[in-house]
Structure formats: C-alpha cells, structure tokens
C-alpha cells in the first residue's frame, strides 16, 4: 500500500482504547469503579435512553473501564465492536442468545469445551435451542447439518484436549452459503494467534479469564463483531431487521449497519442477561492484555520444546499437539497458526488411571487445578478429576483416555518444566 | 423507509418515524463510499424532537440501488428533487466531506429549500490526491485504507469511541468496504472535479456553519476557514482533538454544533 499504514498488534495491545485520562492525565486506565452516571441535563439524558446520544448510563449496560478493554479487544481482532461479560461461558450466551430463540437450530463443532458442551446439549434444549454437534475436521459435516431454522455454526479455533484445528475459512464460506453467521471461540489461541474474522469469521468469543488475562486472577469474558454479516440478506434474523419495540424502536441493521450485531448484543444482551463485567476485572484484564503478544510467543516456545520432549518418552502414549509433525492438523495449523500452536495440549500417560495420579502428585513446578492460560503451568488430569466418575468405556466415549493428561504450558524456564514432567513420568510409572 | 425516486429504489432514513409536513425538517448526507448510518445517533435524535429527520443514500450508496451519480451538482439536483418527493418544506441541511459540497451545492441551487446549512468535514476545493484517486479507479483495498487512516485524527486508532466499545477506524473501514465497486471513486472524482463552490456560496443567504475537526488530515481545516468568509452568513465550529469523521471521533461535541446549526 502506498500510503499510510494501520498501527501494529503490539502497539494496540498496549494502547487500543485508551488515552490519557482527560482529567488526571492518569497514563494507567482509572477504574471506574460507579455504577452510574450523572446526566448533564434533562435532554441530554432523553437523549442516551432514547440512543440518539453517546455516553454512559448504567454500568451493566457500559462502564468506561470495561470500555477500554472492550475497544482495545475490537482492535486486536478487527472488529467493529465489542462487549464485555461476567465470564467466557457468559460471552457464549449471549453471544448466541443475541441469535436464536425457541425452535431454533445450531451447528457446532463437538470439540467443545466441557461447559459450552453442557450449555448446547443439556441447558439449550430447556430453552427449545436445539445443537446438532459435528466433527470439526470434516467441514461438509457442518454443511451437512445446516437447517431451515439454523440460525448459527460455532467452533473453537483449536479443541480441547485433541489439539483439533478448524479451518475456519472452510466453514465460514459453508455458513455463509448458507446464509448464518460463524461464531468462533478463540480462547486457546486469543488474536496473538489467530484472527478469526480475517479468516472469514463474523462473530469471535473469548473467556479472557485464560491467555488473554494470563495470570489467572480475574474471570471475564468478551463478544467481538466482525461487522461483515450480512442480516439483511440473510432472511434468519428478524430481530435484526425490524424495528423493535422492546429496544426503543431501533431496526439494528438499518440503524447501526456493521455495528448491528454488537450494539443488540450490548443493548439487549447486557441490559436483560445482565452478565457484564466488572470494571475491577476489566482492570485487571487489561494489564493481562498489555502484555499478550509477548506472553503467548513464550508460551507457545514453550509448549513446543516440551510437546516435542513429551512425544520422546518411553512413558508417553501420545502427545496431541498441532505443533508437531505427526499431529493430524499440523498442515493446517502451520498455515492458520504461523507464529505457534498455543500452549494447551494433551498427552495419553502409559499405566491408565493409576499412572494418571501418581503423576500428578508427583509435579511440584505444574499445579494441579481447572484452569488454562496461566502465565504458570497447569495440569489436570480428567480421569481423575473432572471426568472421575466415568468408567473406561464412557470415558472413551468421550474422547478422553485413562491415562489422558491436559497440560496448560506457562511462562516458567522450559528446562525447569521439562525437568518436573521427568521427575513425575518417572514417578508414574512405578 | 424505502420510495421509488426517478425511477430507482431510494433509501431515506427517518429512525422509523412518518414524514409531517407539518414539522420542521432536517436532512443529513453522507460523504464518499458511505451511507445513511453515520447519522443514525443525529436522525434519532431530531426525530424525537419534534422534527422530519432524514439521512438518505445517495443514489449507488447504501441501501438505495442505481449508480452512484458523479457529480457534485447532480448529487445536488439529485437531491433537492428528493426533498420535492418527500414534500419537505425548507430543511437543516448537513452534509458530511462530500455531502458538504452536495450542501453546499444544493443551498445555492435551491435558495428558497434550505433555511439552514451546516458543512462536517469541509473542503474546497476538495482536491484528492493521486494515490488515493489512482486506488479508488481500481476499487483496491488501499483506497479504504487511506480514507479510514487519513479519514481521522490519528488517535482515531488508538480509540476512545464515545459510543462505548465501538471501534471508531474499523467501523469506518467495514462501511468503505462495503461500497460498491466504483462508487468510492466516482465519490472521490466527483469531490476532485467540482468547480462550482466560490459561485454557489455567493448564492447562499441562509445561515452556514462549518464544522470542523482541528486535526483533519482530508480536508485540512485552514481551507475551510478561508471558505468561511465567502458566505454572507457563516461561522465556525472547531471540535477540538478530532479528524474529518468527527460523526464517530466525537459524536456528542457534533450533536452539539449540530443542534445549534439546526435546530429551528
């Protein structure tokens, strides 16, 4: 291009949202910490309940705070907008709520994370949102699933715990063929990674509680609009073409053009579900956020050196880590993930069950808990944790192994990783 | 709402609101490559004001079909036969970087049409650079580029939206990207070409208000201060800290000016 150029990923993750506090000159983003606002007068307050003015009203529908995160998220994917939640799992719902309604029908991806699985195949249905769940390495599986009254397709970028990569230009081209948005849970790669909506992806969630945060100290969430689905077209959506009555008359499409989606989401989604974000968290998310690129090339350096060490252990079944050659989706991974693969990744132990604990009692560096995306490394082992009830076969069922060990790969000297794995590896398999 | 206008489908902003031929009027129009959306907080608003507010696309723009007419005054025609249509008495009249000329132009043809003029974002001339022009004839992407770069404060970037969470740069971005092949650059060729502003100021009786970004990099505002004291009736807004699309860099200092310009 022969002219001016866009400001670059790092320097966004720094600054996106923010600029010096007009009133402080505060360098750092002020936590608003208020749940209102004072109106300057009469008409002006009219005018922000009416949305015929700009500016805040209440803190469950926008803070100042949790603006800044959602502007500098915007950015980081290139969208048109985005709004903050309570949770990941809080950005899901609404991020679909904002979609669907009784009778209702979604496609998504079954390598799912185990609360969104629960939230498409138990909690949904309650509501009449029925989920046909489809293999993510097949994409005609989703064209295959597509109904009449299917208002959505939804993935993660890469699946948990088989490392599975979606090629999310393949399915965004089936969603859009077939008239539906393509919703991406990007958690696991965050846009240091991977942009989904410049791969085709109109609508990207994430739960900043993980990588984004990266210090595992403030759960939150986020819907980004990409802005380039067109409702009009579509004819799925009527929410999205009419004026609404329940939400000041607006006609979204209409009114708001590639901003629709983002502004019902805020002003239905926050204003009825309620589940925004605190501005304390949002503050800590953003300290997260200012560091990201930085933090994910170490992790993902990391989860290469060790997946790579892991795959050469005579205690190890498996290592399923897009990163390596053998992986299934190595291909697709190099091409969607050039800079890393991330850093969550699975490994089968030899010894099943059994093995499964005696390693993880034995790890002192890693710790032992249900999360990812800490700067410090995590583990878990399902079969004797979140999936304990099971027995082989139905764990099997669901894709998981006895000896099957999850591991989020954090920010620590990888010598001194590769030297807690031995010690436990050692330790299990006596 | 949507009229069939000189034969084509023709797309008016009202917020969801009937026309009164009673009311007070105003109208907004866009600039290049952009539709009626960028007024959509000032439409609501004079609308629930007691007020016939109208932002349309201008003919190729938006959601109103044929091709995008490619020049300043027949934009202006164009649009004042549009006000006849709609049988709107005299209007506020806005108009934004392009649609400031077509304002512009319109006023000094049809003097007795409008009773206000505000110019957003005004040049003149409005001279488009070589490389801009030369991308746009293309319809290559780096022609949405610079309009959505140039086409703010540099701050733009870094954010600040005062609609909270909207990205003020890829709002911006996704609306050029959605313009249809060769209308960002009959836009721009119509700004470049036109000739007539000195004559149609000479013309316009009605009061003007130029509202200008201090930081504009499109149509730097030294231009358009010198403009000013062509009109009989004029006077200067400068929002402070902002580009040339201050309708989304700082919407609530332009409602402002805006109302104040406007309002009847």
């Known amino acids: 291009m022969s002219g001016p150029r866009y400001l670059g990923f790092d320097t966004l993750s720094l600054h996106a949202g923010q600029r010096p ?17 004072v109106f300057d007068d009469a008409a002006r307050a ?46 899901i719902h609404v991020a679909i709520a904002t979609l669907v309604g009784a009778g209702s029908h979604i496609v998504s991806s079954r390598a799912l994370y185990g609360g969104t699985h629960n939230l498409f195949a138990y909690t949904l249905p309650r509501f009449g949102v029925e989920t046909s769940l489809v293999d993510p390495r097949d994409p005609a599986s989703f064209a295959a699933a597509i109904r009449p009254n299917t208002k959505l397709l939804f993935a993660e970028t890469v699946g948990n715990p088989r490392g599975e990569v979606l090629d999310v230009e393949a399915v965004a081209n089936i969603a859009h063929a077939a008239g539906v948005p393509l919703i991406i849970d990007a958690t696991l790669t965050t846009p240091a990674l991977m942009q989904p909506i410049a791969l085709g992806a109109d609508v990207v969630v994430h739960s900043l509680t993980k990588f984004i945060g990266g210090h595992g100290i403030a759960i939150g969430g986020a819907v980004i609009d990409g802005g380039r689905f067109d409702w009009e077209a579509s004819g799925r959506f009527p929410q999205m073409i009419a004026r609404d ?36 968290n949002a503050f800590h998310l953003l300290q997260g956020l200012e560091t990201l690129p930085l933090r994910m090339r170490r992790h993902c350096d990391n989860a290469q050196a060790i997946a790579r060490w892991l795959a050469t252990q005579p205690a190890v079944e498996q290592v399923s880590y897009a990163g390596l050659p ?105 | 709402m ?13 917020a969801g609101y009937d026309l009164d031929p009673a009311k007070p009027s105003v109208c907004f129009v866009h600039g290049a490559g952009m539709d009626h959306a960028v007024w959509t907080l000032f439409v609501r608003y004079f609308a629930r004001n007691g007020y016939n507010a109208i932002a349309p696309d201008l003919r190729g723009h938006g959601r109103s079909a044929g091709a995008a007419l490619t020049s300043i005054e027949a934009c202006a025609q164009w649009l004042l036969g549009l006000l006849d249509a709609l049988a709107l008495g005299a209007v506020g009249l806005a108009g934004h970087s392009m649609g400031s000329l077509v ?48 086409g703010h404060d540099f701050g733009a970037q870094i954010g600040g939206h005062q609609v909270p969470g909207l990205s003020i740069t890829n709002i911006t971005k996704r609306r050029l990207e959605a313009a249809r092949p060769g209308v960002i650059y009959a836009d721009l060729n119509a700004c ?3 000739t007539g502003g000195e004559a149609a100021a000479a013309k316009i009786q009605c009061p003007v208000t130029l509202i200008l970004g201090d930081r504009d990099r499109m149509t730097p505002v030294r231009g358009a201060r010198e403009f000013a004291s062509r009109f009989a009736h004029a006077s200067v807004e400068m929002i402070p800290g902002c580009g040339h699309g201050m309708m989304e860099e700082k919407p609530e200092q332009t409602h402002r000016a805006l109302v104040k310009t406007l309002a009847s």
């Not at chain 1, 469950?60 to 907008?81: Q, W």
């Not at chain 1, 979204?252 to 009825?272: C, K, N, S």
């Not at chain 1, 060990?405 to 001194?416: C, F, H, K, T």
């Open chain 1, 21 to 37: 506090d007009p009133a402080t000159g505060s360098r750092a983003t002020p936590i608003y910490q208020t749940t209102s606002y």
């Open chain 1, 46 to 91: 009219a005018g922000l309940f009416a949305v015929a003015r700009a500016g805040y009203v209440y803190s469950r529908i926008a803070n100042p705070t949790v603006s800044v995160l959602e502007e500098r998220l915007a950015a980081l994917e290139g969208g048109v907008g985005a709004v903050a939640t309570a949770s990941g799992m809080a950005a």
């Open chain 1, 245 to 280: 009555p329940g939400l000041n008359e607006l006609d979204f499409a209409e009114d708001f053009g590639p901003a629709a989606y983002i502004m019902r989401v805020r002003l239905e989604g926050l204003r009825d579900f309620g589940a925004s974000l605190s501005p304390h």
């Open chain 1, 326 to 430: 053998n992986h299934p989706d190595h291909a697709l991974a190099q091409r969607l993930m050039p800079k890393g693969c991330g850093a969550v990744f699975s490994f089968v132990l030899k010894g099943g069950r059994a093995a499964g604990r005696k390693f993880i009692d034995a790890l002192q560096v890693f710790s032992h808990l249900a999360n990812v995306g800490d700067a410090k490394s995590l583990v878990i082992h399902p079969a004797s944790t979140t999936h304990a009830r099971l027995d082989a076969e139905a764990l099997a069922r669901a894709g998981i192994s006895e000896g099957l060990v999850r591991l989020s790969i954090g920010l620590e000297d990888a010598q001194d990783l590769i030297d807690d794995l031995a010690r436990a590896l050692n330790a299990s398999q006596k």
């Open chain 2, 2 to 14: 949507e009229i069939v206008y000189q034969g084509q489908t023709t797309y008016v902003q009202t």
């Open chain 2, 103 to 150: 304002g512009l132009q319109a006023a000094a043809d049809g003097a007795d049409r409008v009773r206000a003029l505000a110019l957003l974002g005004f040049g003149y001339p409005m001279a488009v650079g070589a490389p801009l022009l030369d991308a746009a004839r293309a319809d290559d992407h780096a022609a949405v580029d610079m309009m959505t770069i140039w």
């Open chain 2, 192 to 194: 470049h070409t036109y």
